[in-house]
């Protein structure tokens, strides 16, 4: 199309074939030269902005501080291997305070003030639930690393994921044969009294039924407690297992008051290493333990079979071989669940590198290019093992690891399977309009 | 479990709760006897108690004896300071207004919480006890650490009301109390047993927390609780009396311990604030304080 004065007649130009071929020739090898600008393949190379809720203070510190540290190896290493999409990964961190509130808050600060990309990292349940509304009515994906049965339970909404660490559910799904056929079938279980420790109440009931054990107590504790001794005369003297899941500051105490209570006349004990995450398994009073059995997500103490991937995770976030620091063996970490912040970060890659994300616009086509994955291998992006995800219930399974209390250390005693720990989906968040 | 094993425990649950409420509540009563203040940072000096505690066992080395017992009388002489200091640098200067005050300490309370948390951190720390010794009982064992904490107070508490009823200190104090200006015409420099007042109160406080640390952590939110109960306790048995603070303390302490073993925690809470109400409306000056004059 040319008009009178052909200013649009680029053949009227007269540019050369061969200055074109030359300028071609010079763009490619500027781009194809050692040293260029990483990130010149991304149309923009502004950084990928991840929002990191994080639980600096409150209850979830201990939590929080090691999925800041985790968070920060992974990202490192992800940008050292070309960012995603070509871009730099940037976390930006604001504290919730281990409170629903503020928790809130936090999501909306994200989306609104700092427009990071996607928010990511929660842990406690009671955060997650409070803050999930906010993510969703503001659209924006909302990746959390949490536990609790209420990702995949389908109360949430379609923007909140749980792709780098299993649920509650499918935990003690798969840890109830075990403990039926090796420690004993009359359980009586002591848990947090919120959501966290409703989804053990309500889910290791039927697993260990179905094991032909049963459940003959159950102990709820309020989370704010710090002392414990007044609910132990609550424990049926013909129990067999106690089962034992607490968190928040009180859990040594506890565990000091079931040592003065029973003595050595104790029942077998199953606990969810989350009564003990960031607490030293040889602190004074914690003698009582020796012999009984935790559940763990990935194992605190470096075992003899561990992969070359996990000893790479293990140096990369900085922790030795009985799970603490490197630089203060006092600092022990929160191995069991931290984990899944470097396994969810991978995850959010992938799908930003399936979606061809771009920027906030993109937000929809990242949700559904997080719901189109199903299997992640076991490697260095997932250190923890091979794991599946069901995209209807947003929703990651894999294997856990039961360990015994021997010698002052942690030793895997049994990994269960993946299939171990899947149970029937009770929601399909595909079917919710983005 | 049978029942007597069991009214058993939750009265040895319920006496430590009271040992240790007594000493908190004490320190409440005496400031807003003699100062006619509220301290709402009380919880907080509690609390500080507990963190310096925990500071200075670990830097203790040796037998955990030894570190305790140095922290047994640091860490409230530290408190005291202070305790002493805010009373010289804010209280003082705003002439113990009783509204005034209370937003001064409400400020104090941030304070020393944000401090907290900025130099000992949000976790909560463990702090060994002095000596481990388990009671075996034929019905369930129990910590021969919590009954020294029951004895602990109780000699404590009969050293407060020594000095208070049977010294010149004490009859300094009680002369503030009644009636400041005659006290002042008399000669007693009412600022410095002011200041001397506020510092006791916060150090009564960071030695129940100092025998409370090595059952429960040192935590930089601890501080809430002791003072909610404080109140409590200081309403029930009535502001400035000594006595009230006692019996109030094991009333409260002991209902607590037996409701929360039989029944729930919770309910054990609701009764102590129905009780709190009654009180209120039936004998507002609490079941031992005197009518104000």
Same mark, same amino acid.
């Given at each position: 199309?040319?008009?009178?004065?052909?200013?649009?007649?680029?053949?009227?130009?007269?540019?050369?074939?061969?200055? %074109?071929?030359?300028?071609?020739?010079?763009?490619?090898?500027?781009?194809? %030269?050692?040293?260029?600008?990483?990130?010149?393949?991304?149309?923009?190379?502004?950084?990928?902005?991840?929002?990191?809720?994080?639980?600096?203070?409150?209850?979830? %510190?201990?939590? *929080?501080?090691?999925?800041?540290?985790?968070?920060?190896?992974?990202?490192?290493?992800?940008?050292?291997? $070309?960012?995603?999409?070509?871009?730099?990964?940037?976390?930006?961190?604001?504290?919730?305070?281990?409170?629903?509130?503020?928790?809130?808050?936090?999501?909306?600060?994200?989306?609104?003030?700092?427009?990071?990309?996607?928010?990511?990292?929660?842990?406690? =349940?009671?955060?997650?639930?409070?803050?999930?509304?906010?993510?969703? &009515?503001?659209?924006?994906?909302?990746?959390?690393?949490?536990?609790?049965?209420?990702?995949? =339970?389908?109360?949430?909404?379609?923007?909140?994921?749980?792709? *780098?660490?299993?649920?509650?559910?499918?935990?003690?799904?798969?840890?109830?044969?075990?403990?039926? %056929?090796?420690?004993?079938?009359?359980?009586?279980? @002591?848990?947090?009294?919120?959501?966290?420790?409703?989804?053990?109440?309500?889910?290791?009931?039927?697993?260990?039924?179905?094991?032909?054990?049963?459940?003959?107590?159950? @102990?709820? @504790?309020?989370?704010?407690?710090?002392?414990?001794?007044?609910?132990?005369?609550?424990?049926?003297?013909?129990?067999?297992?106690?089962?034992?899941?607490?968190?928040?500051?009180?859990?040594?105490?506890?565990?000091?008051?079931?040592?003065?209570?029973?003595?050595?006349?104790?029942?077998?004990?199953?606990?969810? @290493?989350?009564?003990?995450?960031?607490?030293?398994?040889?602190?004074?009073?914690?003698?009582?333990?020796?012999?009984?059995?935790?559940?763990?997500?990935?194992?605190?103490?470096?075992?003899?079979?561990?992969?070359?991937?996990?000893?790479?995770?293990?140096?990369?976030?900085?922790?030795?071989?009985?799970?603490?620091?490197?630089?203060?063996?006092?600092?022990?970490?929160?191995?069991?669940?931290?984990? $899944?912040?470097?396994?969810?970060?991978?995850?959010?890659?992938?799908?930003?590198?399936?979606?061809?994300?771009?920027?906030?616009?993109?937000?929809?086509?990242?949700?559904?290019?997080?719901?189109?994955?199903?299997?992640?291998? &076991?490697?260095?992006?997932?250190?923890?093992?091979?794991?599946?995800?069901?995209?209807?219930?947003?929703?990651?399974? $894999?294997?856990?690891?039961?360990?015994?209390?021997?010698?002052?250390?942690?030793?895997?005693?049994?990994?269960? =399977?993946?299939?171990?720990?899947?149970?029937?989906?009770?929601?399909?968040?595909?079917?919710?309009?983005? | 479990?049978?029942?007597?094993?069991?009214?058993?425990?939750?009265?040895?649950?319920?006496?430590?709760?009271?040992?240790?409420?007594?000493?908190?509540?004490?320190?409440?009563?005496?400031?807003?006897? /003699?100062?006619?203040?509220?301290?709402?940072?009380?919880?907080?000096?509690?609390?500080?108690?507990?963190?310096?505690?925990?500071?200075?066992?670990?830097?203790?080395?040796?037998?955990?004896?030894?570190?305790?017992?140095?922290?047994? /009388?640091?860490?409230?002489?530290? /408190?005291?300071?202070?305790?002493?200091?805010?009373?010289?640098?804010?209280?003082?200067?705003?002439?113990?207004?009783?509204?005034?005050?209370?937003?001064?300490?409400?400020?104090?309370?941030?304070?020393?919480?944000?401090?907290?948390?900025?130099?000992?951190?949000?976790?909560?720390?463990?702090?060994?006890?002095?000596?481990?010794?388990?009671?075996?009982?034929?019905?369930?064992?129990?910590?021969?650490?919590?009954?020294?904490?029951?004895?602990?107070?109780?000699?404590?508490?009969?050293?407060?009301?020594? /000095?208070?009823?049977?010294?010149?200190?004490?009859?300094?104090?009680?002369?503030?109390?009644?009636?400041?200006?005659?006290?002042?015409?008399?000669?007693?420099?009412?600022?410095?047993?002011?200041?001397?007042?506020?510092?006791?109160?916060?150090?009564?406080?960071?030695?129940?927390?100092?025998?409370?640390?090595?059952?429960?952590?040192?935590?930089?939110?601890?501080?809430?609780?002791?003072?909610?109960?404080?109140?409590?306790?200081?309403?029930?048995?009535?502001?400035?009396?000594?006595?009230?603070?006692?019996?109030?303390?094991?009333?409260?302490?002991?209902?607590?311990?037996?409701?929360?073993?039989?029944?729930?925690?919770?309910?054990?809470?609701?009764?102590?604030?129905?009780?709190?109400?009654?009180?209120?409306?039936?004998?507002?000056?609490?079941?031992?304080?005197?009518?104000?004059?």
């Amino acid at each position: 199309m040319t008009d009178s004065n052909g200013f649009f007649d680029l053949s009227r130009k007269n540019i050369s074939r061969r200055a %074109a071929l030359k300028g071609i020739a010079a763009g490619a090898g500027l781009m194809a %030269a050692p040293g260029f600008v990483r990130y010149s393949q991304a149309q923009s190379s502004a950084p990928i902005k991840i929002g990191f809720q994080a639980h600096r203070t409150g209850i979830g %510190a201990a939590y *929080g501080r090691w999925y800041e540290k985790t968070t920060n190896a992974a990202v490192k290493l992800i940008n050292d291997a $070309g960012g995603i999409n070509g871009r730099p990964v940037e976390i930006i961190v604001e504290d919730d305070g281990t409170d629903p509130k503020r928790g809130a808050e936090v999501v909306g600060k994200f989306a609104s003030q700092h427009k990071t990309d996607v928010v990511y990292g929660t842990l406690f =349940s009671h955060v997650v639930v409070g803050s999930a509304p906010t993510a969703g &009515e503001l659209k924006i994906p909302y990746y959390v690393v949490s536990e609790g049965y209420h990702v995949a =339970s389908g109360k949430m909404n379609r923007w909140v994921f749980q792709p *780098g660490i299993t649920d509650v559910r499918s935990q003690v799904t798969s840890v109830a044969p075990w403990v039926a %056929a090796n420690l004993g079938k009359k359980v009586t279980m @002591i848990y947090p009294d919120y959501a966290f420790g409703y989804d053990h109440r309500d889910y290791f009931g039927p697993a260990i039924k179905a094991q032909g054990g049963d459940v003959i107590a159950q @102990i709820p @504790i309020p989370p704010t407690e710090s002392s414990f001794t007044k609910y132990l005369p609550q424990i049926p003297a013909h129990t067999e297992v106690l089962y034992h899941v607490m968190v928040g500051p009180g859990v040594l105490t506890f565990v000091k008051e079931l040592g003065e209570f029973y003595g050595s006349n104790k029942p077998q004990l199953f606990g969810f @290493i989350d009564s003990l995450e960031a607490v030293d398994i040889n602190s004074p009073g914690l003698e009582f333990l020796d012999g009984s059995h935790f559940w763990e997500g990935s194992p605190r103490y470096a075992q003899a079979n561990d992969s070359e991937a996990q000893k790479a995770y293990r140096k990369a976030v900085g922790i030795d071989d009985n799970g603490a620091s490197v630089s203060d063996p006092k600092d022990v970490s929160t191995a069991a669940h931290m984990f $899944g912040c470097w396994e969810t970060l991978y995850v959010i890659k992938k799908a930003m590198e399936d979606a061809g994300y771009k920027g906030p616009e993109d937000r929809a086509k990242l949700v559904e290019a997080t719901e189109a994955l199903t299997e992640f291998k &076991e490697g260095p992006e997932h250190p923890q093992g091979d794991k599946i995800f069901n995209g209807k219930i947003h929703q990651v399974f $894999g294997h856990q690891n039961i360990s015994k209390v021997e010698g002052g250390k942690l030793n895997v005693v049994h990994r269960t =399977s993946i299939e171990d720990g899947i149970y029937a989906p009770e929601a399909d968040y595909t079917t919710q309009p983005l | 479990m049978p029942f007597l094993p069991h009214l058993l425990l939750a009265t040895l649950e319920g006496l430590v709760t009271s040992a240790v409420l007594a000493l908190t509540a004490l320190g409440l009563s005496l400031v807003f006897g /003699v100062m006619r203040i509220v301290n709402v940072a009380h919880g907080e000096f509690f609390m500080l108690g507990a963190v310096l505690a925990w500071a200075i066992t670990s830097a203790v080395t040796g037998h955990p004896a030894l570190g305790f017992a140095a922290a047994l /009388v640091l860490s409230p002489l530290i /408190v005291g300071f202070v305790a002493w200091i805010s009373e010289r640098l804010v209280l003082s200067r705003i002439e113990y207004n009783p509204e005034a005050t209370i937003v001064a300490t409400i400020g104090l309370l941030y304070i020393i919480q944000q401090l907290a948390l900025t130099f000992y951190g949000p976790e909560a720390r463990p702090v060994t006890p002095p000596f481990n010794y388990r009671i075996q009982l034929p019905w369930f064992g129990y910590s021969g650490y919590k009954l020294s904490i029951i004895a602990a107070s109780a000699l404590l508490l009969i050293a407060a009301w020594f /000095v208070l009823t049977r010294t010149r200190i004490g009859l300094v104090m009680r002369a503030t109390q009644y009636d400041r200006e005659t006290a002042q015409a008399f000669g007693i420099p009412v600022g410095r047993v002011y200041g001397a007042v506020f510092a006791l109160g916060a150090m009564l406080a960071a030695i129940a927390a100092v025998l409370i640390v090595p059952i429960s952590q040192a935590h930089y939110l601890m501080g809430l609780d002791p003072l909610l109960l404080s109140f409590i306790v200081v309403i029930v048995g009535g502001l400035g009396s000594l006595r009230g603070t006692v019996v109030a303390a094991l009333l409260i302490g002991v209902s607590d311990g037996i409701i929360s073993v039989f029944f729930s925690p919770t309910l054990a809470k609701i009764i102590a604030t129905l009780l709190v109400a009654l009180v209120l409306v039936f004998r507002p000056q609490g079941l031992f304080g005197a009518a104000t004059k």
